[in-house]
């Protein structure tokens, strides 16, 4: 291994013609994609990348909750992963470009490195120790090599983690939304490793602040269009929740699928009265939300218990496209099949007080249902044909 020539700038400083600072900003550009790539994860958005002689040698991004790892810092990741690059401990000539200001740790790690330079964006005024909070690259006894920049797309940089930060307050509050005395919520622990509606209503008067939870699968966020694809309810079973739909989204392109756990069932809220449950108030939530999200005209893919509940919805005016029925024999499942639908169909009910739905429905003793890969294709294609080559939308 070549011994490392120390880059010629190693003062901070940057030329009077800003080259340099382009330079940085370049580097930086590639920081944010680690960074956004760490928020994708779920992890707080923050990215390293390290450079030397203008090539970039490692990068890293901030994963200390995937790797339950306190140090899973991105500048540690881009360091360990830059020593392994390079054969050597030492990374005199190199510079760490990272979106956050670093910590002690981090600041330590680099000291420890003989790191020429490191670049940061957005100041991080609660653990910064590159000036912020203290300045470990300013204590002459413990710092004879690394020079610090700030402020490099500090702003991009800073704009990351504050959203990162303000949708986990948003979920937060989601999640916190508290639960009617007369009701209960199962806890999400319960629905891991099952796909299903996630996402979650309770504006509707109907509910009287109930939530229920629904997937709205194919919606188009946040560009303002209206989305003209005809729309298909789903309705489960008296035994099930949206769970049982989980194939179909993938095999109704052009479509956009809403797929509702009734109130009592999946994610939604669980009332404790049976008495609440009649046909009547599940199709006024149902129109109601419907009328929330802005839809008037949908199809309907149903279970058969959920028939007298379409009729409603049908004289309602709700119910505007194809009605398809899931044919009995799609929904019969045997074996190995059958023990994963029937934890999941158990999975919303950790108890009876959770069961006054099922209790409602008569359905707390059925034989296991399910809809299979191969089940939801058929069904997609009877959908698709039902629905003729025209669709069935008149927006
Ligand atoms: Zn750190």
């Not at 991004?61 to 991105?74: F, G």
């Not at 007369?182 to 891991?192: I, K, Q, S, W």
């Not at 939870?213 to 694809?229: K, L, N, P, S």
């Not at 007298?308 to 309602?316: M, R, S, T």
Request: glycine share 12%.
């Amino acid at each position: 291994m070549p011994m490392v020539e120390p880059l010629s700038q190693t003062s901070g400083g940057l030329s009077a013609d800003g080259a340099p600072q382009d330079e940085d900003a370049r580097w930086m550009v590639l920081a944010l994609d680690e960074a956004r790539a760490a928020a994708a994860a779920g992890e707080v958005p923050v990215g390293a990348v390290l450079v030397r002689d203008g090539r970039m040698v490692a990068t890293g991004r901030n994963a200390p909750v995937a790797t339950h790892d306190p140090s899973a810092h991105a500048e540690m990741a881009a360091l360990r992963a830059g020593g392994q690059a390079l054969g050597n401990y030492r990374l005199d000539g190199c510079t760490l470009y990272v979106t956050l200001e670093p910590c002690a740790m981090c600041a330590g790690a680099m000291l420890h490195a003989r790191l020429d330079r490191v670049v940061f964006g957005a100041a991080d005024a609660r653990t910064g120790a590159a000036g912020s909070v203290l300045d470990l690259f300013g204590v002459g006894q413990l710092n004879h090599h690394t020079a610090v920049q700030g402020g490099v797309m500090g702003e991009e940089c800073g704009a990351l983690l504050q959203d990162f930060f303000r949708g986990r307050r948003a979920q937060a509050r989601a999640q916190a939304q508290p639960v009617r005395d007369d009701a209960l919520r199962t806890p999400e622990a319960r629905f891991v490793g099952f796909d299903g509606p996630h996402a979650f209503f309770s504006k509707p008067p109907a509910l009287g602040g109930l939530r229920l939870a629904y997937a709205d699968r194919g919606d188009v966020a946040g560009d303002g269009r209206q989305d003209r694809r005809p729309v298909v309810l789903c309705l489960h079973g008296a035994a099930q929740w949206g769970y049982l739909f989980r194939h179909l989204p993938d095999l109704l392109p052009g479509h956009r699928l809403l797929v509702p756990d009734l109130i009592g069932f999946g994610r939604s809220d669980k009332p404790k009265k049976e008495a609440l449950h009649t046909r009547e108030w599940h199709a006024e939530v149902l129109r109601q939300w419907l009328a929330a999200l802005g839809i008037g005209e949908v199809g309907l893919i149903l279970h058969p218990d959920m028939s007298g509940l379409a009729d409603l919805l049908a004289g309602q005016g709700v119910i505007a496209g194809p009605r398809l029925v899931i044919p009995p024999a799609a929904l019969v499942v045997r074996g190995a099949a059958a023990e994963d639908a029937a934890r999941a169909w158990a999975a919303p009910f950790p108890d009876k007080g959770h069961e006054a739905a099922l209790r409602a429905w008569s359905a707390r003793r059925r034989p296991v249902q399910d809809l299979s890969a191969d089940a939801a294709r058929a069904l997609a294609a009877r959908w698709q044909a039902l629905e003729g080559p025209m669709g069935y939308s008149r927006g």
